[in-house]
């Protein structure tokens, strides 16, 4: 049995904290309280995210993916929804994760998650969410985001798999100056920082990316642009994003 802290487990167990140590021997001294927390912990909980699915009532191209996140960042941010600008980086991220459809060379955003580790944040993002109109910088109408059920396109993003390879193009954090310890050092980083495993394999592979929107703000737009297929050791969990356009709908991955 694999017990883990889970929102909603049905095992509860007493968790020191601060002041636990002291307390304890105060208790034996004068029979005084020990100081602890209760948290829920599940069996082999899951290690997917808590995340909230939509769909666009006016689908976007792929290559557009870093202007809807920034579309849907605004709006929600216009409804009050907290932890979806990034500025606060010790709070919980809501994380917006457009999700292209790949059969049959469609290549257009109709899917997006909502994703972050606080399952309070996604519920509220979901409620608030619903409907939520979308415009352009100049105020423009770009449709609306509606509740989604889950299909066979959000299981090519969110089901545990081994195998990933890019949707969109990632953006790499660093210069490896083409040597391949260097390569790698750098893709252990970007795994790190993501909150992955490390991967047992990773490929660049080929496929366009000059026609991908990148912002210019901090220099994004001259990074290095790769497609990668990634291979772990045992199934992930999506979504996987990686990269310094992480949060700007780049380096977003799909199940192979």
């Known amino acids: 049995d694999t017990y883990a802290p889970k929102h909603g487990g049905k095992l509860s167990l007493r968790v020191p904290v601060q ?12 029979k005084g309280p020990v100081l602890f927390r209760n ?33 849907i960042r605004h ?17 919980p991220r809501l994380q917006i994760v457009p999700l292209p459809t790949l059969d ?16 309070t944040l996604v519920k509220t993002a979901e ?21 989604a059920e889950f299909d066979a396109v959000y299981s090519q993003y969110m089901s545990p798999a081994k195998r990933w390879v890019t949707a969109t193009p990632l953006l790499q954090s660093g210069f490896h100056n083409n040597k391949a310890s260097k390569r790698a050092k750098l893709y252990a980083r970007m795994f790190t920082q993501a909150g992955l495993p490390q991967p047992v394999r990773v ?19 001259k990074l290095p642009r790769v497609r990668l297929l990634v291979e772990f050791a045992e199934e992930v969990p999506g979504p996987i994003t990686l990269g310094t356009g992480r949060y700007a709908g780049l380096g977003v991955f799909a199940s192979k």
């Open 203 to 221: 490929a660049e592979i080929g496929g366009r990316t000059d026609d991908y929107k990148v912002s210019a703000k901090h220099g994004h737009d």
């Open 104 to 119: 049959f060379n469609d290549n257009m955003i109709r899917r997006v998650a909502l994703v972050s580790p606080d399952p």
């Open 39 to 71: 948290v829920a912990y599940a069996n082999h909980p899951s290690k997917a995210q808590p995340h909230a699915l939509f769909s666009l009532t006016e689908p976007v191209p792929a290559q557009q993916a870093t202007v809807l996140v920034a579309w």
């Open 75 to 91: 709006a929600l941010m216009t409804a009050g929804v907290k932890g979806v600008d990034g500025h606060e980086d010790l709070a």
């Open 127 to 147: 409620s608030m969410g619903a409907g939520l109109r979308m415009t352009d910088n100049e105020g423009g109408d770009r449709g609306y985001l509606m509740p």
């Open 19 to 30: 002041g636990s140590a002291s307390s304890l021997f105060a208790h034996y001294a004068s």
